[in-house]
């Protein structure tokens, strides 16, 4: 490949003191995981892994998609994936309750989120996750459920055809306008090429009308060992798991002459290729310039070299994108946003491609493609500087430490991805000790010309191989480019004469720390229970200090105190809703927004202050080696946000753009009218339209923020993670014990919601291109917010859940997905148990779909399926077990002890077990009988029938 050969010939020639020879060494391959392959060519991948502990990931990972289908095959590849769930060998869809779907319910593992698949071009791949490992039958029935996926699928006729409507739906769900234009665009992009004709989710033709035994043919065809990969990792016994899959697979054959799998190519073009769409739904207009170039062969991934040039793209692609960033400060700027890439081409797996995306201003779309062209040329012809080089090295290095420093503590889940991508792609699997080692040698000594080097082979200055591409949208009377006008916006950014770069850099502390007058901590106690130290500073501020192990490489934040939103009247409502948004956009101590990203350059540090209807916040995260930025950062939250007034007006253009466009979206106006409706029509909880925008006031946002954050004394600042006790001390007392706080007394929230009482009906029309029908239901009454309650809320949602699934959309093909949720609603002195039912449902059976929605919930308050409520249970000890090790999670545990005084940690599990039928039946009862119950249904506007 030419673009890799000349980067290392850079490489070689700019580093001859850590290269001595251009062979480069290969990959090594991490001894942790136990990699096998069978005589019929299947191949596995083991790994033991204990965090989280007691829980294992399941795989099976497929060389096969959408591209291996005829034309009179499109969609089977997709729709195959969802005959996986309904029947096979070991788990039958008949007798109900033994489905694969059931069985994994009574280990816990729920549909959807733990159980699912995918299908795209040229993968399939099932998954099995956080499964159990106490009970090895459970794990051996998880080797049982790849095997029928493997080669065991029932794929019956009458499950078939229910499944027709069922992937309808989720075409249904999936059809916007991103996605009718790229389904248009496709074929343009890939002339001569089955990448252009193979969207997964096919053609709903061929759903409608394929024979059974035509599915089933492609299903024997492609589904084989040689083709296929099954990935276990976690809490497991690796020699018993390798002993079962040869138990179970190894007699599996495969034909001699079965068919290969075989790279579709994707041609050069020799000119290029201009592709315009609109579309009435299409809410801003997107430019894109794909430069093409091969993908690196899948032979070339194993050497050390591959390694390096991913490397030098990451960088390349970081440097280029925040320069497209810094542009959009300037007013003169003609897009919103703008991000540069390296990587695959579309949907295509051999070949690359360089990718420069803008968001346009109204009217000037020409102009941004010659902008995004122009900063490309500008990086060819000069390069980046030595100092945006040193950023974005430190910022690799420091990412590539805090994996190192956490590689004991990896999920699962991202080894099952790594050896997914290994086994389909061939990429790399090195021990990331190895890699770290290896990486801190070879990076420092990258000059920033190897950089520059590659930029030149990556962005090209000719016709050949370059697509742009616009997708607007449709309006009447509205003036579109022409392929000449995008060829000429091309062409006169090539023809300009060019300046380097200037990089900007501020160089001095955050903070000046000798200006900050350190407090003190006056008081401490410790907690047993739950296994804390709380503080009390000489400001009147509580500091919440836990330790855990749970990363080696985090410590969380969060600080807090009542107020929030709701001090604040009706003049304020604007301001209120684009708080969170205009203080991330404001810089901090003297350092604007953009000063700040060059400043923590090579730091895992972040934080932000935001303002809820309650209470104002402060959340922060880093790794322990930043901890005082971290420290530092949030005390300019409190102390000296400052004015970035490029931002605030870039801002404010970009949300112009987007909610004058807003009603475009069917589902923006089914969140505007859900929100309008539940909150009784209140102003103060509207969603944010673009009539808000000209009562927005930069200066006012900033006096808002400053009274949220003026009195340190009656915030809690609550630190989980892997902290030095004795090395955070000192910090809190320079950072927070030091922070202004007055001697008024503790506020307490206003009195603001307002919830739609009684049986409340919101039903309406919308025009779309693509039918689409919602229904969502909510339930909901005063009641005690404690533990108790809390889980069997919780339950009845979870309970809900499995009765919408099995009739809205197994049953009756009414809805591709469909589901319930209970929570709390706390933005009142009152708590307020909630209770909310979703369905996008077939608009040909929402009437089938809003029936079975209440059935369920009425059905309920009857009788509670003690089967069900068991696998509920079984779900929610999985993921309590799961939780309990995440910062995250103690960060809610210790806000909800100190705000609420209650403990929803200590006596969980118990909870949880004590749950009965009756219970919870009495609970839903008790829920409903306030009669609080709003339906907010949309339907398609109804075609006007032609006149006779």
Not at 273 to 296: G, L
Not at 314 to 333: A, D, K, P, Y
Not at 621 to 647: C, G, R, V, W
Request: proline share 4%; charged share 25%.
């Amino acid at each position: 490949m030419k673009l890799k050969r000349m980067f290392v010939a850079a490489f070689t020639l700019l580093c001859s003191a850590v290269m001595v020879a251009q062979q480069m060494p290969p990959i090594p391959v991490d001894p942790a995981v136990r990699i096998g392959k069978l005589d019929n060519g299947l191949t596995y991948y083991i790994r033991h892994n204990e965090y989280p502990e007691h829980v294992a990931n399941f795989y099976i990972a497929q060389r096969v998609g959408s591209i291996q289908e005829d034309e009179s095959q499109r969609g089977l590849a997709h729709f195959l994936e969802h005959m996986a769930f309904n029947g096979s060998e070991n788990f039958p869809s008949k007798p109900a309750g033994r489905s694969i779907i059931d069985f994994t319910r009574s280990l816990g593992v729920e549909f959807g989120s733990d159980l699912n698949a995918y299908t795209s071009i040229d993968q399939t791949v099932y998954r099995v996750c956080d499964v159990p490992t106490k009970r090895a039958t459970a794990l051996d029935s998880c080797l049982l459920i790849l095997k029928d996926w493997s080669n065991g699928l029932a794929l019956e006729a009458d499950e078939i055809d229910k499944e027709r409507d069922v992937v309808h739906n989720e075409w249904r769900l999936g059809e916007g306008a991103s996605q009718r234009m790229i389904t248009r665009s496709l074929p343009k992009m890939y002339p001569g090429s089955k990448y252009g004709e193979r969207m997964p989710i096919g053609l709903m033709s061929v759903i409608d009308s394929f024979r059974p035994e035509t599915l089933r043919a492609y299903y024997h065809k492609w589904y084989r060992p040689d083709n296929q990969a099954l990935i276990v990792v976690g809490d497991v016994d690796v020699d018993h798991i390798e002993a079962k899959i040869k138990e179970l697979f190894s007699g599996i054959t495969v034909a001699p002459d079965a068919p290969k799998v075989v790279a579709e190519a994707v041609p050069d073009n020799e000119e290029a290729i201009y592709i315009f769409d609109k579309d009435k739904e299409q809410q801003m207009a997107q430019i894109m310039i794909m430069m093409k170039h091969d993908a690196t062969p899948e032979a070339d991934k194993t050497s050390m070299a591959y390694l390096i040039e991913m490397y030098a793209k990451g960088v390349f692609s970081q440097m280029i994108g925040q320069r497209l960033s810094e542009m959009t400060q300037e007013e003169s700027c003609p897009f919103f946003q703008a991000f540069a890439d390296d990587g695959q081409y579309m949907l295509s797996k051999t070949k690359d491609c360089f990718e420069l995306v803008g968001i346009p201003k109204e009217g000037r779309d020409m102009e941004t493609l010659q902008a995004l062209i122009r900063e490309a040329k500008r990086v060819r012809e000069f390069g980046f500087t030595a100092t945006e080089y040193a950023r974005a090295q430190a910022d690799y290095l420091s990412a590539l430490e805090k994996a190192y420093t956490n590689r004991d503590k990896r999920k699962n889940a991202e080894f099952g991805n790594e050896y997914r991508d290994h086994f389909l792609n061939n990429d790399p699997i090195p021990p990331l000790d190895i890699l770290y080692q290896i990486m801190q040698q070879i990076v420092p000594n990258i000059p920033v010309q190897a950089i520059n080097e590659l930029a030149k082979e990556l962005i090209s200055d000719s016709d050949k191989n370059l697509v742009v591409m616009e997708w607007a949208q449709e309006a009447d009377g509205k003036q579109y480019p022409t392929e000449q006008d995008m060829a000429a916006a091309v062409a006169a950014a090539r023809a300009e004469q060019l300046q380097a770069y200037v990089d900007n850099v501020k160089d001095e502390p955050l903070v000046d720390v000798s200006k900050i007058k350190k407090g003190k901590i006056k008081k401490e106690t410790e907690n047993k229970v739950l296994g804390y130290k709380e503080l009390t500073l000489s400001n009147g501020a509580t500091v919440i200090l836990k330790k855990t192990d749970f990363k080696d490489d985090e410590v969380q934040m969060q600080a807090f105190a009542k107020g929030g939103k709701s001090k604040y009247g009706e003049a304020d409502y604007a301001n209120l809703k684009v708080f969170d948004q205009v203080i991330g956009y404001s810089g901090i101590g003297n350092f604007s927004s953009t000063e700040l990203t060059k400043a923590l350059a090579g730091k895992e540090v972040n934080a932000d202050a935001t303002m809820g209807n309650t209470r104002q916040y402060v959340t922060a995260h880093s790794t322990p080696k930043d901890l005082e930025t971290m420290f530092q950062m949030q005390y300019l939250y409190f102390t000296a946000i400052n004015k970035d007034e490029k931002q605030f007006q870039n801002l404010m253009t970009t949300l112009d753009m987007a909610l004058k466009n807003k009603a475009l979206s069917p589902d923006a106006v089914f969140s505007d009218s859900l929100t309008n409706t539940l909150n009784a029509h209140n102003a103060r909880f509207a969603n944010l339209d673009v009539k808000d925008l000209p009562a927005v006031n930069y200066d006012r946002i900033l006096q808002i923020a400053k009274e949220r954050f003026q009195n340190a004394g009656q915030f809690t600042f609550v630190f989980t993670g892997n902290f030095d006790e004795q090395a955070i001390r000192p910090l809190i007392e320079q950072y927070v014990a030091s922070l202004p706080a007055t001697k008024q007394k503790a506020e307490d929230f206003n009195e603001i919601m307002t919830f739609a009482k009684g049986e409340v009906l919101n039903r309406f029309t919308v025009k779309t291109e693509s039918p689409k029908a919602t229904a969502v239901e909510v339930w909901y009454s005063d009641m005690p917010y404690t533990l108790e309650n809390e889980v069997k809320l919780d339950a009845v949602g979870q309970l809900l859940s499995m009765i919408y699934l099995k009739t809205i959309r197994e049953e009756e093909s009414a809805a591709y997905s469909c589901g319930a949720q209970g929570y709390f609603n706390l933005s009142s002195h009152q708590p307020k148990a909630m209770l909310q039912a979703y369905c996008p449902m077939n608009p040909d059976k929402q009437e089938l779909a809003i029936r079975l929605l209440h059935e369920g919930i009425d059905g309920m308050t009857k009788e509670v399926n003690a089967d069900e409520l068991s696998k509920v249970k079984e779900t929610m000890l999985k993921q309590y077990d799961i939780n309990v090790k995440r910062n995250g999670y103690w960060i809610n545990i210790l806000t909800s002890w100190k705000d609420y005084g209650l403990d929803f940690y200590t006596d969980y599990r118990k909870t949880v077990e004590a749950l009965t039928v009756n219970s919870v039946r009495d609970f839903l009862n008790t829920l409903l009988k306030s009669g609080n119950h709003t339906e907010v249904i949309m339907l398609p506007e109804a075609e006007a029938q032609p006149q006779e």
